[in-house]
């Protein structure tokens, strides 16, 4: 089975310093491996992804994260906070064989002006 | 492109009352997910259904139950309401071509009282 592990369950930094978010994953085969954020009253929104190539990712607002298959992490960074990136920030991981999201427990992100 | 629309948005509902949500999805989208969210559970995942067919369940109680329409218009009902089905219900939808992300709506706010 698979399952998702977000180190953090809250997480303050600063505003204009690096937001590094972790995310470790177990699957018994290659993973797709997504990042979703949550604003207050919202659904998800796709933020990235990976799925095959470059393990490098670049997603939507500046975030980047970093597919390393011997350490099953998936960490999520951007180098400058901003207030905008208050918000409720979730791993997930889609095997795939399966046809559905198995999430992490969520890591809410706090900004200090 | 019209994104994923669920209704209601928000829902009181007594217990012993059963409800039915609605959702639906990008145009062409095929694939239909339901997600419950509660702070105690996090993300989890109810069903999955393509082509009017569902593909996969999570482990819900059988008073959790789901159809989708030839449109691909989906909908989700919960029936004998208890007061911890309370919880935000989000639908995703994906194209089912590969590895994507899913795009999820703004999810329905039930509240059993």
């Known amino acids: 089975a698979q399952s998702v592990t977000q180190l953090g369950s809250h997480v303050s930094v600063s505003e204009g310093a690096l937001v590094l978010l972790r995310c470790n994953y177990s699957s018994s085969v290659p993973p797709y491996l997504f990042w979703y954020v949550q604003y207050p009253n919202q659904g998800l929104q796709l933020l990235l992804k990976?799925?095959?190539?470059?393990?490098l990712v670049k997603g939507i607002n500046g975030f980047e994260a970093e597919f390393k298959k011997s350490e099953t992490s998936f960490h999520l960074t951007k180098p400058s906070a901003h207030m905008s990136d208050a918000a409720e920030y979730f791993c997930a991981v889609r095997n795939a064989a399966g046809n559905k999201l198995t999430f992490g427990g969520g890591t809410r992100v706090l900004v200090k002006p | 492109k019209a994104g994923v629309t669920q209704t209601p948005r928000y829902l009181i509902k007594t217990r012993g009352q059963q409800v039915t949500l609605s959702c639906s999805p990008i145009?062409?989208?095929?694939?239909v997910s339901w997600y419950q969210q509660t702070p105690g559970q996090g993300l989890q995942f109810l069903f999955e259904y393509f082509s009017e067919t569902q593909r996969n369940k999570g482990n819900f109680p059988g008073r959790f139950s789901g159809r989708q329409f030839s449109n691909s218009r989906s909908e989700m009902n919960v029936s004998t309401l208890e007061l911890g089905d309370s919880a935000l219900y989000l639908c995703a939808s994906s194209s089912d071509r590969g590895p994507l992300g899913y795009t999820f709506g703004s999810g329905t706010r039930l509240t059993v009282v």
């Open positions: 145009s062409g989208h095929r694939s």
């Open positions: 990976y799925t095959t190539g470059a393990t």
